[in-house]
T-cell receptor
Framework: KQEVTQIPAALSVPEGENLVLNCSFT??????LQWFRQDPGKGLTSLLL?????REQTSGRLNASLDKSSGRSTLYIAASQPGDSATYLC?????????????FGTGTLLAVQP | GAGVSQSPSNKVTEKGKDVELRCDPI?????LYWYRQRLGQGLEFLIY????????KSGLPSDRFSAERTGESVSTLTIQRTQQEDSAVYLC?????????????FGPGTRLTVT
């Protein structure tokens, strides 16, 4: 059974700092991995989608890497800003069985202090 | 363009009552998903619709839960005889096609509180 874990559960950093969020999954048989941010009352916003054949994806100050064989992904946020404060979720799409659902981690709550 | 919308945004109901939650997907998206997020837990998959195919109901936690979707339009998630453990945020997502390559776009969710 696929399980997704995110460490740390919460993180507080001063503005301007670079930071890394971690995501691990137990079964490497995935089609892709997706990072989301969740703001209170606003649902989920997709940040980056990495296909299983890719190593990383970049969007602005965000860079996500994927090491499928070791079951790990990281989300790197450069020069953090208070507006980055949110819960960050990673999710994998398994390649075996039902391929049409995402398996989510429990998230990392990020607070960027001004 | 318009994103996924859900209504109501908040719902408080008494234990034992039935509730209906609504999801309007992005126009043209053939795939629609329902997830549940209980406090302090990750999102759990509930049900998936793809066009006119039979839905994947493998995530529904009990027979009190059901969902309908007509064609590629609105979906309703119904919870009968609500219990306190049903309290959660219910999130709907849609994607252009139900394949492995397409991102899921999420709505703002419905926060359900069962008292």
């Amino acid at each position: 059974k696929q399980e997704v874990t995110q460490i740390p559960a919460a993180l507080s950093v001063p503005e301007g700092e670079n930071l890394v969020l971690n995501c691990s999954f137990t079964d490497s048989a995935i089609y892709n991995l997706q990072w989301f941010r969740q703001d209170p009352g606003k649902g989920l916003t997709s940040l980056l989608l990495i296909q299983s054949s890719q190593r990383e994806q970049t969007s602005g100050r965000l860079n996500a890497s994927l090491d499928k064989s070791s079951g790990r992904s990281t989300l790197y946020i450069a020069a953090s800003q208070p507006g980055d404060s949110a819960t960050y979720l990673c999710a994998v799409r398994p390649s075996g069985g039902a391929t049409n659902k995402l398996i989510f981690g429990t998230g990392t709550l990020l607070a960027v202090q001004p | 363009g318009a994103g996924v919308s859900q209504s109501p945004s908040n719902k408080v109901t008494e234990k034992g009552k039935d509730v209906e939650l609504r999801c309007d997907p992005i126009s043209g998206h053939t795939a629609l998903y329902w997830y549940r997020q209980r406090l302090g837990q990750g999102l759990e998959f509930l049900i998936y619709f793809q066009g006119n195919s039979a839905p994947d109901k493998s995530g529904l936690p009990s027979d009190r839960f059901s969902a309908e979707r007509t064609g590629e339009s609105v979906s309703t998630l119904t919870i009968q005889r609500t219990q306190q453990e049903d309290s959660a945020v219910y999130l709907c997502a849609s994607s252009p096609r139900g394949t492995i390559y397409y991102e899921q776009y999420f709505g703002p969710g419905t926060r359900l509180t069962v008292t």
